[in-house]
């Protein structure tokens, strides 16, 4: 049974610097693509960034494009998302994901991926 587990979150003041962490179990995750997403209150659940497992390709969302980069440490088993410039717009819980895609298409649709961690707050404050 695959498992997700986000930690990292917390209370940060805009202009400053996250970083978050999902440490994945249950399968060898080598045909699959790792994402982080971002649900604010009242909104949907947004793509923010993904990373296919063993090429390494990343992909962002326009919004978070040069001030957020992620990575994974396969000897962890472990998918990270380094926050910097925080805005106070970045505030939501944040979420990984994974997606079984082979040498498909990274989907930036939530509904389309398959696992999910339970989610991290992040707050930044103005």
């Known amino acids: 049974q695959v498992q997700l587990v986000e930690s990292g979150g917390g209370l940060v003041q805009a202009g400053g610097s996250l970083t978050l962490s999902c440490a994945a179990s249950?399968?060898?995750?080598?045909?699959?693509?790792m994402g982080w997403f971002r649900q604010a209150p009242g909104k949907e659940r947004d793509f923010v960034a993904a990373?296919?497992?063993?090429?390494?390709?990343?992909y962002y969302a326009d919004s978070v494009r040069g001030r957020f980069t992620i990575a994974r440490d396969s000897a962890k088993n472990t998918v990270y998302l380094q926050m910097n410039s925080l805005k106070p717009e970045d505030t939501a819980v944040y979420y990984c994901?994974?997606?079984?895609?082979?040498?498909?298409?990274?989907?930036?649709?939530?509904?389309?991926?398959?696992?999910w961690g339970q989610g991290t707050q992040v707050t930044v404050s103005s």
């Open positions: 990373i296919r497992w063993t090429a390494g390709s990343t």
């Open positions: 249950g399968r060898t995750f080598s045909s699959y693509a």
């Open positions: 994901a994974a997606d079984w895609i082979s040498f498909g298409n990274v989907n930036t649709d939530n509904r389309l991926w398959d696992y």
